[in-house]
């Protein structure tokens, strides 16, 4: 049962262009939207999260988008460089007091910008 | 700060020992520590979540006496994969979270480990 659907699974983007990452959701339990940014080798780090009461957050080149009623979230990333390359996963989370405040992790997308 | 540190970052062992994995969250206090595995190109997926002091609580089809954890303390979880297997050979990577923190952080926000390379020859 997928909790989660990530796409698209992977993405090419050209230098200064913009790369869309969307995820859907059945759950409307969920109350926690994160995004991971992990590259090879490595673990991964929180790149921005929201709260369904927003819809919007923005921090610096990064922007989450948030439709509640659709159960869509995605991460724009603005002005892409090829440092963006890596894979990105979005996350949901439960209420900590009811479901341990797990992560449920998206597939990933596999994000490649090019010079 | 929220640094999370795991040890080693890789392994190699033969078929049929036990490999042990450490998690340490370097400057807060985690009363609550979670395990993950990744296979190559694949998402992570959680095999369980640690809270200090008590057993750990296994995700549906992981094998608890395969993979035993322990919580000692507040900043320190252990894996300890026993008896690996090729198949047992992939990327395990632990969390940790706040709590309900103070500071910069989002409540329960996890922050993650570099990860454990564990290949079974």
């Known amino acids: 049962q997928q909790q989660v659907k990530q796409s698209p699974q992977s993405l090419i983007v050209q230098k200064g262009g913009i790369s869309i990452i969307n995820c859907a959701y059945e759950?409307?339990?969920?109350?926690?939207f994160p995004w991971y940014q992990q590259f090879p080798g490595k673990g991964p780090a929180l790149l921005i999260a929201?709260?369904?009461?927003?819809s919007e957050k923005k921090e610096g080149r990064f922007t989450i988008s948030f439709n509640k009623s659709a159960k869509q979230f995605s991460l724009h990333i603005m002005d892409s460089q090829p440092g963006d390359s890596a894979t990105y996963f979005c996350a949901v989370r439960g209420h900590y007091d009811h479901q341990g405040g797990k992560l449920i992790f998206g597939q990933g997308t596999e994000l490649s910008v090019k010079p | 700060g929220a640094v999370v540190s795991q040890h080693p970052s890789w392994v190699i062992c033969k078929s049929g020992t036990s490999v042990k994995i450490e998690c340490r969250s370097l400057d807060f206090q985690a009363t609550t520590m979670f395990w993950y595995r990744q296979f190559p190109k694949q998402s992570l997926m959680l095999m369980a979540t640690s809270n200090e002091g008590s057993k750990a609580t296994y995700e549906q089809g992981v094998e608890k006496d395969k993979f035993l954890i322990n919580h000692a303390s507040l900043t320190l979880s252990t894996l300890t994969v026993t008896s690996a297997h090729p198949e047992d050979s992939s990327f395990y990577i632990c969390?940790?979270?706040?709590?309900?923190?103070?500071?910069?952080?989002?409540?329960?926000?996890?922050?993650f480990g570099p990860g454990t390379r564990l290949t079974v020859t």
């Open positions: 759950n409307t339990a969920f109350d926690y």
């Open positions: 969390s940790a979270h706040l709590g309900e923190t103070s500071g910069s952080g989002a409540p329960y926000e996890q922050y």
């Open positions: 929201i709260r369904p009461d927003v």
